[in-house]
């Protein structure tokens, strides 16, 4: 879950789903998930498939910049080979 985030979008994630927790321990959930999307990006990536569910792309979480780098992520994602 969350491979396809943004590390803004990820941080914005954590923040509504973890709310007492630290920024520390924010930071480290999110820097967790963008080293478990590094195995997508090297030389022989497993096998993988997404979907999109539609309310999820409207959901506004964290600033506008964000909703559109996580957009165009996922749109990008669709691009790679597996």
Excluded: H, N
């Excluded at 803004?8 to 480290?28: H, L």
């Excluded at 478990?36 to 964290?62: H, I, K, N, T, Y």
Aim: proline share 11%.
């Amino acid at each position: 879950m969350g491979l396809l985030q943004t590390p803004e979008y990820a941080a914005a994630v954590m923040r509504a789903s973890f709310p007492r927790e630290t920024e520390d321990q924010i930071k480290e959930r999110v820097e967790l998930r963008m080293r478990r999307q590094a195995v997508l990006e090297r030389d022989d990536p497993p096998f993988s498939g997404s979907s999109c569910m539609r309310p999820s792309c409207g959901r506004p979480l964290g600033e506008p910049p964000s909703w559109w780098a996580r957009l165009i992520t996922s749109w990008c994602s669709c691009s790679r080979p597996t």
